[in-house]
Structure formats: structure tokens, C-alpha cells
């Protein structure tokens, strides 16, 4: 940064947002590439042969998914999170109440997920439950591959809704590891 140009005060925060959002998104579509129905199938022989290795990276991504879900609507005050930057931005009168209201309504949207991606993080990744084995967790959070997509996009909009009305920007999290993975995964099948 120049020297004497002056930083806005959420912009940290903001690039962190940004960040955890992105992370989440790359996990996303390589577990998600490992899942589906639609290309799982193309690749099943490759991953049966180095079946250790993708049950772990499956497993990896599926896990560092979860903790950045969850990382985003916590309610700590010492962590980067949404709800914070929104108390923020209401204590520091820097949007108007309608913007505030518009972003408040969003994050009740996505909570509902949120709370399914808060049993596996706090029952299964983030914690290992006396009480409750993992297939129980899982069974308790019954959330989906399309609820976690779901909570991703809405969490993408959310920001860019946000960042708009602070700085008058938006991010275009275009950035994918798809491709690269369906690249390495054919290579890998030619190979052999």
C-alpha cells in the first residue's frame, strides 16, 4: 500500500471473509468432483487404484470444506467472521439500517445450514464426541451436497452484497479446482 493512502477499517476483515469463502470453494468442487454422480463414475478406476490416497484427499477436502462453513457464521468475538463485521458495521453507523436489515435477513437464511455444518464441525472434525459417534453426527445434521452448495453461494452473495455497500466492490471468487483435478485425474488414467 502507498505510503499516506488510507486503509478503510473493515478491509482485513473483508479479505479474510474473502479468503475463507475461497478456500471453501476450491474443497468444494474437488470433494464434490470425488462425489457426484456425474463424474465420479469417470473416474472411479484411477481412484481405485490409488484408493488410499483419494479416500484421504476425499476425506481432506470434505473436512477443510466443513471448518471454513463453519469458520464464517460463528459468533466469536475474537475470530474473522460475518456476524462480527456486521455488529461492527452497525456499531460504527457505516451502513444504513435498510442495508443492515437486507444483510441480517441473509445471514438467517443461511444459519439453518449453518447449524448442520456446526453438528459436524463441533461433533465429528472439530471435536471427537464421547456422546455421539460420527454416524449419528451425520445423521443428526442431515445436511446435503446441494445445502452445502447452497450455504457456499448464498455465503458468496452475502459478502459481495456486503462489500458492495462498504467499499463499493465485489469479488468474483472465479478462481476453481475442478478443471485441474478432472486434468490430473485423466492424465492419471493414461498413465497406467
Not at 468442487?29 to 484421504?56: G, H
Not at 456476524?83 to 437486507?102: E, F, I
Not at 441473509?106 to 453438528?119: F, I
Amino acid at each position: 500500500m502507498e505510503a499516506g493512502v488510507k486503509q478503510h477499517p473493515y478491509k482485513a476483515h473483508i479479505d479474510e471473509l474473502r479468503h475463507t469463502i475461497t478456500v471453501a470453494g476450491l474443497n468444494y468442487e474437488i470433494w464434490w468432483t470425488y462425489q457426484s454422480r456425474e463424474t465420479r463414475p469417470k473416474y472411479l478406476d484411477v481412484m481405485n487404484r490409488y484408493s488410499l490416497f483419494f479416500q484421504t484427499s476425499l476425506h481432506a477436502h470434505f473436512v477443510a470444506l466443513i471448518v471454513c462453513l463453519y469458520k464464517l457464521y460463528e459468533a466469536r468475538r475474537d475470530t474473522f467472521n460475518v456476524q462480527l463485521l456486521l455488529r461492527t458495521l452497525r456499531r460504527d453507523g457505516a451502513l444504513p439500517a435498510n442495508v443492515l436489515r437486507s444483510l441480517d435477513n441473509q445471514v438467517r437464511t443461511m444459519k439453518p445450514l449453518w447449524r448442520k455444518v456446526s453438528v459436524l464441525r463441533n461433533k465429528v472434525f472439530g471435536h471427537s464426541s464421547k456422546a455421539h459417534t460420527a454416524a449419528q453426527a451425520f445423521r443428526e445434521a442431515g445436511v446435503t451436497p446441494n445445502e452445502l452448495r447452497d450455504l457456499l453461494e448464498g455465503s458468496k452473495r452475502l459478502l459481495n452484497d456486503l462489500t458492495l455497500a462498504v467499499e463499493q466492490s465485489s469479488h468474483a471468487f472465479n478462481l476453481g479446482s475442478r478443471a485441474v483435478l478432472e486434468r490430473l485425474l485423466t492424465d492419471l488414467e493414461r498413465a497406467n
